[in-house]
């Protein structure tokens, strides 16, 4: 499976941006459709961004439409999440996924949908 690493959390006002960045090793992204998940304390993992193989279909929980935006650079073999207007409640672990099957057509939002995972990168939003 591809190794993904996420970067970019931190500590933020409301209303403040952050960029994630999920950086993959071990094969290239190319052909595989990427989400990010994120989980919160004592709550179930969600899913909040997906994104297609090819980058032209995008999907958003409706928690996060409208402030967070999911790309991918297949040439960097990243993907990355930006998180604009931030809330208190979208403070949680961030997980970077891959797909378990390569050309999909579209995307799939179940966690039991993806087989490669980040270890997460901590968003914490401070009111």
């Known amino acids: 499976q591809v190794q993904l690493v996420e970067s970019g959390g931190g500590l933020v006002q409301a209303g403040g941006s952050l960029r994630l960045s999920c950086a993959a090793s071990g094969r290239s992204l190319v052909g595989y459709a990427m989400a990010w998940f994120r989980q919160a304390p004592g709550k179930e993992r969600e899913f909040v961004a997906g994104i297609s193989w090819g980058g032209t279909t995008t999907d958003y929980a409706d928690s996060v439409k409208g402030r967070f935006t999911i790309s991918r650079d297949n040439a960097k073999n990243t993907v990355y999440l930006q998180m604009n207007s931030l809330k208190p409640e979208d403070t949680a672990v961030y997980y970077c996924?891959?797909?378990?099957?390569?050309?999909?057509?579209?995307?799939?939002?179940?966690?039991?949908?993806?087989?490669?995972w980040g270890q997460g990168t901590q968003v914490t939003v401070s009111s």
């Open positions: 996924a891959a797909d378990s099957v390569a050309w999909r057509q579209g995307f799939l939002t179940g966690i039991r949908d993806f087989a490669s």
